[in-house]
């Protein structure tokens, strides 16, 4: 029996994950789940999986976890701190889904044990991703990919050289403003923005999508996991979005990973790894597709991208900034202070401004990487950007 630990439980990604687990409770132990304020959920998968211990993110949540769970006999706690102990708890595999930088360190956390992590953060690569690999490598831990486009990427080179990779091509629905004039984005309002074509996801990543900051943010984790250099990295927008990436050799082939639309694939995948398991997901019906399009990601509609790669050529605490001022400006677009197209101008003013102190001559450090998301948050909260 496999012990397994999942943070951010009450997500998407940990929704899914706890969907697959439930379909073969004998062969898992839930050392621990953790969400935020979705109290009553948490505490309704801590008991359907039979979760040795519950916490959430707040404080002020506590009280209301321990009544859900009260004569369950699963241990309740709450708190940043009581996070990051979960993670000191042995557990096999360990899902990374908590949203935001602060996924950072309980994942950080788990590589300590040694075990396998299972990263839907995209923010611990974006910020501090040479850290984030060091750290496994010291503890001899397996980092497994779970965003759908890097698992991909990962599975479609499993028995290859990375040497002989001569690209590597992210694919992006284009989100809900794909069809619009560019001339019209500066005008789209947070309704707009917020209905994706493809399927419903929560607030936050439905906006990214349309702005494409969620595949900036892939780019920039493309470069840190698998070592490739920054134009090798490829963004197209591809409507249908069942390949989900592709990889090209040095002899001209390339390779796609296809499916359906469901994050339960990448999931799964890691799940079972080094093999393969079932996974009730839809299969394709190639005839019913019947084609796939593609098209260039227009950088004056995703000025996201641009700011992908400048990222990636400063390093140093540049990512950091980068992820810290994207959720600032994000921020300011749903209450409504700034429009569509001054989410990516704040973000480029505040790389701006904190040129002098992103790029770092020594090691990267978990305190260096914190102390930069909370300079450059600060520093976005400030920045004004015409409207």
Known sequence: MRSVTIFGATGSIGVNTVDLISRDLDSYNVVALTGGRNVALLAEQAVAVKADLAVTAFDDCFDALKEALAGTGVEVAAGSQAIKEAAHRPA??????????????????????????????????????????????????????????????????????????????????????????????????????????????????????????????????????????????????????????????????????????????????????????????????????????????DPERFPALRLAYEVMEARGLAGATFNAAKEIALDKFIAGEIGFMQMAELVEATLSTLSGEIVTSGPLTLDGVLAADHLARKTAATLNVAR
Request: net charge negative; with cysteine.
């Open 92 to 297: 096999d595999w360990t899902m990374s889904a908590i949203v935001g930088a602060a996924g950072l360190v309980p994942g950080m956390e788990a590589l300590k044990q040694g075990k396998t992590l299972a990263l839907a953060n995209k923010e611990s690569l974006v910020t501090a991703g040479p850290l984030l690999l060091s750290e496994a490598e010291k503890h001899g831990a397996t980092i497994l990919p779970v965003d759908s486009e890097h698992s991909a990427i990962f599975q479609a080179l499993v028995g290859e050289d990375i040497n002989a990779v001569e690209r590597i091509i992210v694919t992006a629905s284009g989100g809900a403003l794909r069809d619009w004039p560019v001339d019209a984005l500066h005008k789209a309002t947070l309704k707009d923005a917020c209905t994706h074509p493809n399927w419903d996801m929560g607030q936050r990543i439905t906006i990214d999508s349309a702005t494409l900051f969620n595949k900036a943010m892939e780019l920039i984790e493309t470069r840190e996991f698998f070592g490739v250099r920054p134009d090798q990295i490829e963004a197209v927008v591809h409507p249908e979005s069942l390949i989900h990436a592709l990889v090209g050799f040095t002899d001209g082939a390339l390779m796609a990973h296809l499916g359906a639309p469901d994050m339960r694939h990448a999931i799964g995948y890691a799940l079972h790894w080094p093999e393969r398991g079932h996974v009730p997901v839809a299969r394709l019906d190639l005839a019913k597709v019947a084609q796939l399009n593609f098209r260039a990601a």
